[in-house]
T-cell receptor
């Protein structure tokens, strides 16, 4: 079992839909959780960063962490065609000192 | 402020050859990490350099090596290329060692091994 599991999709939704992206993990020592967005031919860019359990909201994006279930989610409200990209979850045990462990990414396509 | 730059952006090499990739971090950033991204394995950590010293290393064979210069620029070398080395190689820079979420990624070098 890989440390981080993420459904690769692809996920296709119409513009305006609510999108839910998810990752599960096995290492209970993970404390820092991140979501990256990667456009084609670009490097990943950080979208959301949360520590431990709970919710964090930033505009149309909400990140949720449930450490008891070892499950994290990213919700995108009012999805736009510009949200079409690959979304990667990433985790680490420490804020600094260890490398990030990434999921394989979910490809999202939002049609207008 | 300029972002992380990587050169070249695309590269085609033959099996058995060696290749060197270059990464220039954001000005002031002292840490450079390298990652390999493939459809099958996703994004995997190769190694991290900070102040010209390798500080962290992933689970890759010794054919993968790197170095960092005094200006924080970094190079990654892969010797005796194999078909499975075809991937997008990303570097990320951060202000401090193992910057975690504070890493900023470059656009990557797409390496194709034939």
């Amino acid at each position: 079992q890989k440390e981080v599991e993420q459904d690769p999709g692809p996920l296709s939704v119409p513009e305006g839909a609510i999108v839910s992206l998810n990752c599960t993990y096995s290492n209970s020592a993970f404390q820092y959780f991140m979501w990256y967005r990667q456009y084609s031919r670009k490097g990943p860019e950080l979208l959301m960063y949360t520590y431990s359990s709970g919710n964090k909201e930033d505009g149309r994006f909400t990140a949720q962490v449930d450490k008891s279930s070892k499950y994290i989610s990213l919700f995108i409200r009012d999805s736009q065609p510009s949200d079409s990209a690959t979304y990667l979850c990433a985790m680490s045990e420490n804020q600094a000192g260890t490398a990030l462990i990434f999921g394989k990414g979910t490809t999202l396509s939002v049609s207008s | 402020k300029a972002g992380v730059t990587q050169t070249p952006r695309y590269l085609i090499k033959t099996r058995g050859q060696q290749v060197t990739l270059s990464c220039s971090p954001i000005s002031g950033h002292r840490s450079v990490s390298w990652y390999q991204q493939t459809p099958g394995q996703g994004l995997q950590f190769l190694f991290e350099y900070f102040s010209e010293t390798q500080r962290n290393k992933g689970n890759f064979p010794g054919r993968f090596s790197g170095r960092q210069f005094s200006n924080s620029r970094s190079e990654m070398n892969v010797s005796t290329l194999e078909l499975g080395d075809s991937a997008l190689y990303l570097c990320a820079s951060s202000l401090r060692l193992a910057g975690g979420a504070e890493q900023y990624f470059g656009p990557g070098t797409r390496l194709t091994v034939t």
